[in-house]
Nanobody, 123 residues
Framework: QVQLVESGGGLVQAGGSLRLSCATS????????MGWFRQAPGKERDFVAV????????EYADSVKGRFTISRDNTKHTVYLQMNSLKPEDTAVYYC????????????????WGQGTQVTVSS
């Protein structure tokens, strides 16, 4: 079993930055791809970024490329999402997720999810 706990969300002005963290428990973290997704009110859950188990591969949604950076520290069992140049349209609940095998931007392929952390960007 893998448990995921997000933190670091909050209220920030447009143009500001936040760093989200996702702490995990369980022995499978180091072998899992980790993804960040977000869901705005009334909308579907969208892919934001994913990082391979080794950290050697990453992928981003077009809407966040150049602004967001995903990283991981396998010694701390934690994955991060550095968000810069935030825009009001980035407002959403952000979720981290673990995929035990492989690497995907498809939320349906993920095995474990955190509870989410709210990010609100004011204009």
């Amino acid at each position: 079993q893998v448990q995921l706990v997000e933190s670091g969300g909050g209220l920030v002005q447009a143009g500001g930055s936040l760093r989200l963290s996702c702490a995990t428990s369980g022995r499978t973290f180091s072998g899992s791809a980790m993804g960040w997704f977000r869901q705005a009110p009334g909308k579907e859950r969208d892919f934001v970024a994913v990082i391979s188990w080794s950290g050697g591969s990453t992928e981003y949604a077009d809407s966040v490329k150049g602004r967001f950076t995903i990283s991981r520290d396998n010694t701390k069992h934690t994955v991060y999402l550095q968000m810069n140049s935030l825009k009001p349209e980035d407002t959403a609940v952000y979720y981290c997720a673990a995929k035990l095998w492989g690497y995907s931007s498809d939320s349906a392929r993920y095995d474990y999810w955190g509870q989410g952390t709210q990010v609100t960007v004011s204009s």
